[in-house]
């Protein structure tokens, strides 16, 4: 079935933007469900998309990057990744943030997936790329990033993790059992 064929069923009423900031829009809708019922609906859009990147040497590591999130109040294990404004390219945007995060350049790049993050809320759009060919730098962290970690280790492990759910972050466990599923891991 095509989906660009399937008629919208919500009808929206009305808007109005609630926050706004550097990297979002929050903006409640007052709405007719698709059962013909009143209700609202919140969006929250975001000025960047989702980027990540999984490195992959040749003897079959990968980097993991580690730091304490905010909204989450805890440290975090998961793939390098950032944001990227809407008008980025994507692949560009991975080479970036992988640079940035780890030090690591590479020569040859897959798109593994493309996504949405949290169709329920929001609108963000995220991209996974393997990197691999690597070469080894060093890192240009942004303010944020601070006390960021990094971390080679086997792939197998970090899907493990995923598996144990010891990475919850959604672009690195979509990207990690992406990534083993297509190297058949």
């Known amino acids: 079935m095509n989906q660009k064929e399937i008629k919208n069923p919500w009808t929206t009423l009305s808007g109005e933007e609630k926050y706004e900031n550097r990297w979002i829009q929050v903006t409640e809708y007052q709405v007719l469900n698709p059962s013909g019922g009143k209700g609202i609906y919140g969006k929250v859009h975001f000025r960047n998309k989702a980027i990540g990147v999984i490195p992959v040497d040749h003897e079959g590591n990968t980097w993991l990057v580690?730091?304490?999130?905010?909204?989450?109040?805890?440290?975090?294990?998961?793939?390098?990744?950032?944001?990227a404004p809407l008008s980025e390219d994507p692949?560009?945007?991975?080479?970036?943030?992988l640079q940035e995060e780890t030090?690591?350049?590479?020569?040859k790049w897959t798109r593994i997936a493309r996504l949405h993050t949290s169709n329920s809320v929001t609108d963000e759009e995220g991209f996974l790329f393997l990197a691999e060919d690597l070469e080894y730098g060093v890192n240009n962290l942004e303010e944020t990033e601070a006390d960021?970690?990094?971390?080679?280790?086997?792939?197998?492990?970090?899907?493990?993790?995923?598996?144990?759910?010891?990475?919850?972050?959604?672009?690195?466990?979509?990207?990690?059992?992406t990534l083993g599923r297509l190297k058949k891991i």
């Open 148 to 177: 960021l970690k990094v971390w080679k280790l086997p792939l197998q492990e970090a899907i493990d993790m995923v598996m144990r759910g010891e990475i919850t972050d959604s672009l690195s466990v979509i990207g990690l059992l």
């Open 103 to 107: 030090g690591i350049t590479a020569k």
């Open 66 to 83: 580690g730091q304490f999130r905010y909204t989450l109040n805890e440290f975090q294990w998961e793939i390098p990744e950032g944001g």
């Open 91 to 97: 692949l560009d945007a991975a080479k970036r943030e």
